[in-house]
C-alpha cells in the first residue's frame, strides 16, 4: 500500500529540530523522498539508496528503434547457472522501480546497483554489451574488484544469488557470447540501461521477493540479496572516496552530527556543498584521511538524505557579485504538513534572485498564514576559489518579517514631510527604492533582494568577489529573525565611503543626490523601526538612533506665508519655514556638532546653486568644498569667508543686506562647537546639508505654488 507523503517524511525526519546546515539538507533530502510517493518493490530498508530519478530521459512513452531501450541478461539459478538471452525492449517508466537503481551522482563514478545505466548520448552495440558483462563479472565481484559486494556474497544468507551471477562472469568467450545474443534485438545507437533478471525457487530464499515476478523472472529490486549488494557499495562509496587502496576505510562509531545518535559514521560521504572533503588533505601534514569520520561524522541515512535533498537545495542558489548565495527556507517546527508547504511553494516558484523567496513566503501564506510565523531561511554565501570553497557568510534563521516592517516604516518616510516640499526633498524618478512610484512590496523587494542595501553602502572594488561584503552585511543584518541592531557608526562610515566613491566617478564632480537621498530615507527608515544603535554611550550618536517626529503629515497652515493684506511673504520666508520645520522635526539635531555640519553643507548648496544658476558658473563651492575634505576646522575657517560672499552677492542684486537671511541666524549656532562628532557623522551630515541647500530655492517654490494654490492666490499676480 503507498504511503502518504507525510507518513514518508516523518519516516526520515521524525521531530528533530532544524539546528544547522547539515539538518537544513537532511530535511530537503526527506522532502524528496516523501515526495517519490512510495509503493515501491524495493524493500523499506533499501529505498533510500536507490535513485529512480537518475533514470529520467532513459525512459520514454513512445516505442520506436530509436526510443531508449532497457537491455537485460537473463539468467537461470534454479539448477545450473544458465545464461538465458539477452534482450533490448523500449524502456518505460513502468519499468523503474523493479530495476533498484542507484547511481552516484557526482564526478564519473560507476552505478552501485547491477543496474547500469549508459551514456546519454546513446551506446553501440558493442558498448551496451560491456555494460552487460559489467553486471555479471565486475559487480559480481567475479573478478575481485568489488570487495563489499563479496563480503554481502559470504555475509548474506541468499548470497548464493550472486554466486550464480559470479558463475555465468567468470566463462571464457562471455563478451561474444552476449553480443551475439544482443544483436538479435538492438542495432546501437540509443540510450541504454542494463540489467539482469533472474529465475530462480524462491523456496530456497531466507527473503521471499517482493512483487510479482515478469514470466518468471524476478529484477533486481525485488531481490533482497541483490538489494544489498547496491547498499553495501554505495557504503563503500561513503568510507574510501578519495582515499588510496592501502588506506583502511573511514567508518567508526560516533555520534551522528546530524541526527546526533551514536551509530556507524563514515568520513568521505558526498558533500553536494563541497563545503567538507578530504581532497586537499596533502595541505596539511597532520590530516589522515581515513580518520576523517572522527571530523565530520555522518551517518548513511543522513549522507543519503543530503544527497537526495541535493537538488531542491541547489534550486535554491542565487548569484550575485560573483558569489554564490544558498537562501533555504525550513520551519523552525517541521511536521509533514509544512514539509508539503515547502515543497509545493519551491515547485511553485523559480528562485532566479532572492526576491523570489517573498514569493516563496506569499505561497506558504495562501495555504497557512499562521505557519508563516516560524518560517525561516537559512542563508549561505560561498565563494568559489577554482575550485576551493570559501564559505564568506552563514547566517541559520533570517526571516522576512523584519523586512515587511522595514518597507513599511521606508515608505511612511517617503510619504511625509522628508519626502514633501514643506520640509524636505522630491522623489527622484526610476530611482528606487525612493522613485515616486515605490510602493511597499516594491520596497520589501529590494530589501530582500540586497538592493536596498547595495544602493547605499560601499562597493568593494576588484574582480574578485570580496570576502567581507557591506551589502551582504546589511541584508542579511535586516533580515535576522530576532531583529539585530544595525551599529550606526558603520552605516555612516559606508554611507560616507559611498558618496565619495560616486563623486569621484563622477566626471563633473557632481554631488550623487539619489544617492544621498536613499542613505537618509534609510537611516530614518531604521529608526522608526529601532533597528539602530551605537557602541558607545556618546549622547551624539544615541540622538541619531532616535526615530524623527516626522509623520505623514505634511499640513502647512497657510496663514503662516500670508501678510495683513492677504499677500504671499517674501520669498526667503519660504525657504525659512522648510529649514526650520526640518531641523525642528529630527533629533539628531540636537547634537550642535552635527547641526553645525548640515547648516555648512546647506549654506555651501545654496550658494553653490546660486552660483551655478544666477551667475552661471561651471565650478561653484560645491565643487570646492566637498564631503569628501570636509573637517569641523575646515567648516570654521571657509564659513565665515562663504558668508562674507554671500552677502557680496547681495550687494549686487535686489535681494536686500543678505542672499539667504534664513541662514544669518542659523549660521550663529556654530559659533563655539568644538566638533567631537565622528569624522563620518560630520560628513554625511554635511553632504545631507549641501544637497538640502542645492535645492532649497526649487523646494521653496514648490511649497510657495502650493500656498498660493490652497489659498486662492494667482501667482502672476503676486510675485
Not at 124 to 138: E, H, N
Not at 648 to 673: I, K, N, Q
Not at 681 to 692: P, S
Request: with cysteine.
Amino acid at each position: 500500500m503507498s504511503e502518504s507523503f507525510t507518513e514518508r517524511f516523518d519516516r526520515y525526519w521524525g521531530e528533530r529540530p532544524v539546528t544547522s546546515l547539515r539538518r537544513v539538507q537532511t530535511l530537503y533530502g526527506a522532502i524528496a523522498e516523501a515526495q517519490s510517493g512510495g509503493g515501491s518493490v524495493v524493500p523499506e530498508e533499501f529505498q533510500l539508496y536507490v535513485t529512480p530519478g537518475e533514470l529520467d530521459g532513459f525512459t520514454t512513452a513512445e516505442g520506436g528503434s530509436d526510443g531508449p531501450k532497457l537491455v537485460t541478461v537473463y539468467v537461470d539459478l534454479t539448477d545450473e547457472p544458465t545464461l538465458d538471452g539477452v534482450e533490448a525492449t523500449t524502456f518505460r517508466q513502468d519499468d523503474v522501480p523493479k530495476l533498484g537503481f542507484s547511481r552516484y551522482p557526482w564526478g564519473r563514478g560507476i552505478d552501485h546497483s547491477i543496474t547500469r545505466r549508459g551514456a546519454k548520448g546513446g551506446s553501440s552495440v558493442s558498448t551496451a554489451t560491456t555494460y552487460c558483462v559489467d553486471c555479471l563479472r565486475r559487480w559480481t565481484n567475479a573478478d575481485d574488484r568489488e570487495p563489499a559486494v563479496g563480503r554481502v556474497v559470504d555475509e548474506h544468507p541468499d548470497g548464493w544469488i550472486i554466486e550464480g551471477l559470479q558463475s555465468i562472469g567468470q566463462r571464457d568467450g562471455l563478451d561474444d557470447d552476449l553480443e551475439g545474443l544482443l544483436k538479435q534485438s538492438f542495432d546501437g545507437g540509443a540510450r541504454v540501461t542494463a540489467t539482469v533478471a533472474i529465475k530462480l525457487d524462491t523456496n530456497g530464499l531466507e527473503h521471499a521477493p517482493s512483487g510479482d515476478p515478469d514470466d518468471g523472472y524476478y529484477y533486481p529490486g525485488q531481490l533482497h540479496v541483490l538489494n544489498a549488494g547496491m547498499r553495501a557499495r554505495k557504503e563503500e562509496k561513503l568510507a574510501r572516496k578519495n582515499l588510496e587502496k592501502s588506506d583502511p576505510s573511514s567508518r567508526g562509531e560516533a555520534a551522528c552530527l546530524v541526527a546526533g545518535e551514536t551509530e556507524t559514521v563514515f568520513g568521505t560521504a558526498e558533500d553536494p556543498l563541497a563545503f567538507f572533503t578530504v581532497q586537499h588533505a596533502e595541505k596539511f601534514n597532520g590530516l589522515k584521511k581515513p580518520e576523517a569520520w572522527r571530523a565530520h561524522s555522518i551517518s548513511a541515512e543522513a549522507a543519503l538524505l543530503i544527497q537526495s535533498g541535493s537538488s531542491m537545495v541547489e534550486g535554491c542558489r542565487t548569484t550575485r557579485r560573483g558569489r554564490s548565495i544558498y537562501t533555504i527556507p525550513y520551519f523552525t517546527r517541521m511536521d509533514g504538513t509544512r514539509a508539503q508547504y515547502l515543497d509545493f511553494a519551491l515547485g511553485d516558484t523559480a528562485i532566479e534572485t532572492q526576491a523570489d523567496l517573498v514569493e516563496v513566503q506569499k505561497a506558504i501564506e495562501a495555504r497557512d498564514e499562521g505557519a508563516v510565523a516560524d518560517l525561516r531561511f537559512y542563508v549561505v554565501v560561498v565563494r568559489n576559489d577554482s575550485g576551493d570553497i570559501n564559505v564568506l557568510t552563514e547566517t541559520p534563521d533570517l526571516s522576512i518579517q523584519p523586512a515587511r516592517e522595514l518597507a513599511e516604516a521606508h515608505m511612511q518616510v517617503l510619504k511625509g514631510t522628508t519626502f514633501d516640499e514643506s520640509a524636505g526633498f522630491n522623489r527622484p524618478p526610476e530611482w528606487m527604492p525612493i522613485s515616486a512610484d515605490a510602493t511597499p512590496e516594491a520596497v520589501l523587494y529590494s530589501i530582500v533582494d540586497g538592493l536596498y542595501a547595495y544602493g547605499t553602502l560601499s562597493t568593494p572594488g576588484g574582480d574578485a568577489p570580496p570576502a567581507d561584503d557591506p551589502a551582504d552585511w546589511l541584508t542579511f543584518t535586516l533580515l535576522s529573525g530576532d531583529g539585530e541592531a544595525i551599529p550606526v557608526e558603520r552605516l555612516l562610515d559606508e554611507y560616507v565611503e559611498r558618496i565619495v566613491a560616486e563623486q569621484r566617478d563622477d566626471d563633473e564632480n557632481r554631488l550623487p543626490e539619489s544617492h544621498l537621498k536613499t542613505q537618509f530615507a534609510q537611516l530614518e527608515a531604521l529608526a522608526r523601526v529601532d533597528r539602530l544603535t551605537t557602541n558607545t554611550t556618546n549622547d551624539a550618536l544615541t540622538t541619531l538612533t532616535r526615530m524623527p517626529t516626522a509623520t505623514t503629515d505634511t499640513d502647512v497652515a497657510t496663514d503662516e506665508f500670508l501678510d495683513e493684506d492677504g499677500n504671499l511673504v517674501a520669498f526667503w520666508n519660504f525657504r525659512k519655514y522648510r529649514l526650520d520645520r526640518f531641523i525642528e522635526e529630527r533629533p539628531a539635531f540636537e547634537e550642535r556638532d552635527r547641526l553645525g555640519a548640515f547648516l555648512a553643507g546647506v549654506l555651501v548648496g545654496q550658494v553653490g546653486d546660486y552660483q551655478a544658476q544666477t551667475r552661471e558658473m561651471n565650478q561653484t563651492v560645491l565643487q570646492q568644498y566637498p564631503a569628501e575634505q570636509m573637517t569641523g576646522s575646515r567648516i570654521n575657517q571657509f564659513v565665515p569667508e562663504l558668508v562674507d560672499k554671500m552677502n557680496a552677492y547681495a550687494s549686487d542684486t535686489s535681494y536686500g543686506p543678505s542672499l539667504f537671511p534664513e541662514l544669518e541666524e542659523r549660521l550663529t549656532d556654530l559659533t563655539g562647537v568644538r566638533w567631537e562628532i565622528r569624522t563620518s557623522d560630520l560628513r554625511f551630515h554635511y553632504a545631507i546639508g549641501q544637497l538640502y541647500g542645492k535645492r532649497a530655492r526649487n523646494r521653496a517654490h514648490d511649497l510657495r505654488e502650493r500656498v498660493a494654490r490652497q489659498s486662492g492666490i494667482d501667482l502672476e499676480n503676486n510675485q
